[in-house]
């Protein structure tokens, strides 16, 4: 996860242009090549600064014109840059449940004997949901045994293992007779199948479909969805990718998901009310993944059901109002402040008495606002039953050891959290320093119950080595009683082994509150943060905590 500065230039953009979708994502792939680009990145941070002179500016417009003009000149070079915006909505995607290796073969000339033909009509059945939809098909033609096992099986199908796409495609939708468990639709490009769309829609919705991923290949994202996909009331699992959501305003007030338990809206253009709609209309839905920025998302967790909700990309407010059930609240990938309009994120924690695993939260309190209860969360904020969240046990939070007021925050913010047993703190980048803290500020912030008490493993990631980071660890070891294990994540800038022993040999020689624990120093096994944007590992609850990557 990598910090995104505050977009502040962004504010000086016409209003009429800040409520269009369509230049809303212009501007998003635009910001995109200034952070994926080191000498920009840094033109970049200068500009949000409190105050930067007129010749930095116009040195990132000039630069950014450059590189914009140079993409749009290239062969391909709008469509790589288009393909590196949306390459996190595959990678969240979920796989088909079929394996894309899987193939027929005739029997070897020395083993006559045919031994799956013996095998009971469900257990054919489960072997042949697992081929690819063509070679599912084609065991009709191995013999009268076989005949009408495919058809007679729900169907699954994803559409990447078809070509020509779109005419393939309609044929299997049109020749099996349902009902029709698992669908993939990724493949196709908008310009081939758009007056298809809605009649597969309705073939999908009348074989009682039961997972649905909808993907589309095109930009601009100006496409809108079918509302057809709204009568589907046998889904359980819902993906939807790169599309225009239909306006919710004028549809009725019934029930749209009764069954749906899981969705997944992957860059989707779409406004805040409409995806209160359907979460209004989703009375079983546990898991919800949101990932992209493509719109201002304020979202109002009001749900007895859900168990999981995971938000990858910026956001303007995530306001859990009353959700009983919920466990995980993930945050991940530039959820920082990062917001078209150059207003903060917040995060509001209402009524969740299950919330088990939270993060992650940024301390930057001047892009990023945390509220529990009616109270906002700043540093020396006096901490009292109201605005303590008793039930996280996993947190994780981002924090710029090397910006005082960003760091200030730590105490503060573990003593909203009473009872937490696992911390996982982010060593935030930052292109400026604006005063570090040393031991004798945490010395002076008094005692911290989750440290002294709880805490039994802390997991440091992407350490650099500073004065600042070094002095909370030491705080930290003089202070964690129960403390068990200390993972030192390092940074990827490690160039040496001797730079990096250079960096952490004083770690060993720390005076530690619980002589019996050790500490861990290695390299991140996932350095580039996928791990914490992966659905999978989020939403999987037999996976303890998430954030873990080492």
């Known amino acids: 996860m990598t910090r995104r500065s505050k977009v502040v230039p962004t504010a000086a953009l016409p209003a009429a242009a800040m409520d269009n979708p369509q230049c809303n994502v212009a501007l998003q792939m635009a910001l995109e090549l200034v952070r994926s680009d080191d000498e920009l990145g840094r033109l970049f941070a200068s500009v949000c600064s409190p105050a930067f002179p007129p010749a930095t500016m116009e040195a990132l417009v000039h630069k950014l014109r450059v590189q914009l003009l140079r993409h749009w000149r290239e062969p391909g070079g709008l469509d790589r840059v288009f393909a590196r915006f949306v390459a996190p909505t595959h990678y969240t995607l979920p796989d088909p449940p079929v394996s894309a290796d899987a193939r027929l073969f005739a029997l070897a000339p020395d083993d006559a004997v045919d031994r799956l033909s013996g095998l009971p009509d469900a257990l054919l059945g489960n072997i042949v949901s697992r081929l690819p939809v063509k070679e599912a098909a084609r065991t009709a033609a191995l013999s009268r045994r076989w005949r009408r096992v495919w058809r007679s099986t729900p169907l699954v199908l994803a559409d990447a293992d078809l070509f020509p796409v779109t005419s393939a495609l309609s044929c299997v939708l049109a020749e099996h007779p349902g009902p029709f468990r698992c669908v993939h639709i990724t493949s196709c490009y908008m310009e081939e199948f758009h007056g298809l769309l809605t009649s597969w829609l309705r073939i999908l919705a009348v074989n009682a479909i039961q997972e649905l991923v909808l993907v589309i290949r095109r930009w601009p994202l100006d496409i809108d969805l079918p509302s057809t996909f709204l009568d589907m009331a046998t889904l359980t699992r819902l993906y939807l990718g790169l599309w225009k959501f239909p306006d919710t305003a004028d549809l009725p007030r019934t029930s749209l998901f009764p069954n749906l338990r899981e969705l997944g809206l992957c860059s989707v253009l779409m406004e805040s009310r409409d995806l209160d709609f359907i979460l209004?209309?989703?009375?079983?839905?546990?898991?919800?993944?949101?990932?992209?920025?493509?719109?201002?998302?304020?979202?109002?967790?009001?749900?007895?059901?859900?168990?999981?909700?995971?938000?990858?990309?910026?956001?303007?407010?995530?306001?859990?109002?009353?959700?009983?059930?919920?466990?995980?609240?993930?945050?991940?990938?530039?959820?920082?402040?990062?917001?078209?309009?150059?207003?903060?994120?917040?995060?509001?924690?209402?009524?969740?008495?299950?919330?088990?695993?939270?993060?992650?939260?940024?301390?930057?309190?001047?892009?990023?606002?945390?509220?529990?209860?009616?109270?906002?969360?700043?540093?020396?904020?006096?901490?009292?039953?109201?605005?303590?969240?008793?039930?996280?046990?996993?947190?994780?939070?981002?924090?710029?050891?090397?910006?005082?007021?960003?760091?200030?925050?730590?105490?503060?913010?573990?003593?909203?959290?009473?009872?937490?047993?696992?911390?996982?703190?982010?060593?935030?980048?930052?292109?400026?320093?604006?005063?570090?803290?040393?031991?004798?500020?945490?010395?002076?912030?008094?005692?911290?119950?989750?440290?002294?008490?709880?805490?039994?493993?802390?997991?440091?990631?992407?350490?650099?080595?500073?004065?600042?980071?070094?002095?909370?660890?030491?705080?930290?070891?003089?202070?964690?009683?129960?403390?068990?294990?200390?993972?030192?994540?390092?940074?990827?800038?490690?160039?040496?082994?001797?730079?990096?022993?250079?960096?952490?040999?004083?770690?060993?020689?720390?005076?530690?509150?619980?002589?019996?624990?050790?500490?861990?120093?290695?390299?991140?096994?996932?350095?580039?943060?996928?791990?914490?944007?992966?659905?999978?590992?989020?939403?999987?609850?037999?996976?303890?905590?998430?954030?873990?990557?080492?």
């Open 280 to 550: 209004d209309r989703s009375p079983v839905l546990e898991t919800l993944c949101v990932e992209g920025n493509l719109f201002q998302l304020r979202l109002r967790l009001v749900s007895q059901s859900l168990r999981c909700v995971q938000i990858i990309g910026s956001f303007e407010e995530i306001f859990v109002v009353d959700a009983p059930r919920l466990e995980r609240l993930i945050l991940s990938e530039g959820n920082q402040g990062c917001t078209t309009d150059g207003s903060c994120s917040k995060v509001k924690i209402g009524h969740s008495p299950r919330l088990h695993l939270l993060g992650y939260l940024e301390l930057d309190p001047g892009n990023h606002v945390l509220k529990v209860g009616n109270t906002i969360i700043k540093a020396g904020t006096k901490v009292s039953p109201r605005t303590m969240v008793p039930s996280v046990r996993i947190l994780a939070m981002e924090v710029r050891f090397n910006v005082r007021n960003d760091a200030k925050m730590i105490p503060t913010v573990l003593r909203c959290f009473p009872n937490v047993e696992t911390l996982h703190i982010k060593s935030g980048k930052t292109h400026q320093s604006t005063g570090k803290l040393n031991l004798k500020f945490w010395h002076e912030s008094g005692t911290i119950e989750c440290i002294q008490s709880r805490i039994k493993r802390l997991v440091f990631h992407d350490f650099r080595g500073a004065r600042s980071e070094l002095a909370f660890l030491k705080f930290f070891f003089e202070s964690a009683l129960v403390l068990e294990e200390v993972v030192i994540l390092l940074d990827a800038g490690f160039t040496s082994m001797e730079e990096v022993h250079s960096k952490v040999e004083s770690l060993g020689s720390m005076k530690r509150a619980n002589e019996a624990s050790w500490v861990l120093v290695t390299f991140s096994s996932d350095p580039q943060g996928d791990y914490i944007r992966c659905l999978k590992r989020g939403s999987d609850f037999s996976i303890h905590d998430p954030f873990v990557n080492y």
